[in-house]
T-cell receptor, first 119, second 110 residues
Framework: EAGVAQSPRYKIIEKRQSVAFWCNPI?????LYWYQQILGQGPKLLIQ????????DSQLPKDRFSAERLKGVDSTLKIQPAKLEDSAVYLC?????????????????FGPGTRLTVT | GQNIDQPTEMTATEGAIVQINCTYQ??????LFWYQQHAGEAPTFLSY????GLEEKGRFSSFLSRSKGYSYLLLKELQMKDSASYLC???????????FGQGTELSVKP
């Protein structure tokens, strides 16, 4: 079974530029999560989708971050404009949460992440 | 709130046993996850405890006390490859949102 795919793996941009990250979750997983992980810290949830609807975006800085999951499968996270403090690893994860009968809906499977450096 | 506290770093010797503790506020959904994260890699699932007690899985065991808001991860027969960050995480909503601790950086030395 293929895992969660993310691209690009690395990105370096200057502040005030824009950047987009792409995620393809595990096939059949209804819920998709985007996390931001700053060096030395645990992942922090930015946004959670169930199918193509937003479940939780309470910690998404909406003035500069946006995300979509139009067809309930792939997702894109965008930052515009980027700031120095956005330098982090952006992790995408997926889970069976939202699917009836799922044995462990809370277990999340993570992609390799995109390491963003803003200079 | 969902404050999760775990030590920032620990050091142990190859072949030894180490216990990594995690405490959290007992509100919301029960259950606790442990993930392992090697440097530069994504977190990988280790365990999920939803009931009180100890669950053993090979060299790794995880314990939960829901009333005390306390969990620990026990690693036996430590190997050099166990050097990693260990993240404790708690479900925060019905949709599976996880709140992570800052992670415990474990260094295993010869």
């Amino acid at each position: 079974e293929a895992g969660v795919a993310q691209s690009p793996r690395y990105k370096i941009i200057e502040k005030r530029q824009s950047v987009a990250f792409w995620c393809n979750p595990i096939s059949g997983h209804a819920t998709l999560y985007w996390y931001q992980q700053i060096l030395g810290q645990g992942p922090k949830l930015l946004i959670q989708f169930q199918n193509n609807g937003v479940v939780d975006d309470s910690q998404l800085p909406k003035d500069r971050f946006s995300a979509e999951r139009l067809k309930g499968v792939d997702s894109t996270l965008k930052i515009q404009p980027a700031k120095l403090e956005d330098s982090a690893v952006y992790l995408c994860a997926s889970s069976l949460a939202g699917l009836a009968g799922a044995s462990n809906p809370y277990e999340q499977y993570f992609g390799p992440g995109t390491r963003l450096t803003v200079t | 709130g969902q404050n999760i506290d775990q030590p920032t770093e620990m050091t142990a010797t190859e072949g030894a046993i180490v216990q990594i503790n995690c405490t959290y506020q007992t509100s919301g959904f029960n259950g606790l996850f442990w993930y392992q994260q090697h440097a530069g890699e994504a977190p990988t699932f280790l365990s999920y405890n939803v009931l009180d007690g100890l669950e053993e899985k090979g060299r790794f065991s995880s314990f939960l006390s829901r009333s005390k808001g306390y969990s620990y991860l026990l690693l036996k027969e430590l190997q050099m490859k166990d050097s990693a960050s260990y993240l404790c995480a708690k479900p925060a909503n019905q949709g599976g949102k996880l709140i992570f601790g800052q992670g415990t950086e474990l260094s295993v030395k010869p």
